[in-house]
């Protein structure tokens, strides 16, 4: 009786292997693309006003860096961008500029209060906070130059 052998050729397999996880890689991303595409934009506008403080100005004495002395609040409304300027509640409004940080969510009028303490710094006499508004179903609103700080000379 006569036994037959069947060589086997391992390096095919092991070299489809990367073939195989190139191919799963594609397939993977074409689904995260085309979830990501699923998920609902904010279709509305929104404006927003800044009823207080929109300019912050103290005297240092001099031009050293300093942080303002006061915490000054900042009071924003946001309404529909439409006729009827509906406020919108539960919106996330945030300052970020001149050494400072803050966020407030809207009231049912749509008025948030942001409590900032900005400063300057060395030689630095003037500076802009940027406004950033996000609101489930709308688009986000951001204003580059919304409060303007600087320092009386």
Do not use: H
Not at 40 to 47: K, L, Y
Not at 64 to 76: H, N
Not at 106 to 125: K, M, R, W, Y
Request: proline share 3%; hydrophobic share 45%.
């Amino acid at each position: 009786m006569r036994k037959t052998f069947f060589i086997q050729n391992d390096k095919a397999q092991v070299l489809g292997l990367p073939m195989y996880l190139i191919i799963v890689m594609i397939v993977a991303v074409a689904i995260i693309a085309a979830v990501i595409f699923m998920i609902p934009q904010g279709t509305q506008m929104m404006n927003a006003q800044i009823i207080e403080n929109a300019v912050i100005a103290e005297d240092p004495g001099n031009a050293s860096a300093f942080t303002f002395s006061s915490s000054y609040d900042v009071q924003i409304k946001v309404t529909t961008n439409d006729n009827q300027a509906n406020p919108i509640a539960g919106a996330t409004v945030a300052l970020i500029g001149s050494g400072d940080a803050a966020s407030a969510s809207t009231n049912a009028d749509g008025i948030a209060t942001i409590s900032v303490t900005p400063s300057l710094g060395e030689n630095i006499n003037e500076d802009e906070m940027k406004l950033t508004i996000t609101a489930a179903g709308y688009q986000e609103y951001t204003d580059e130059n919304a409060v303007t700080v600087y320092r009386i000379s």
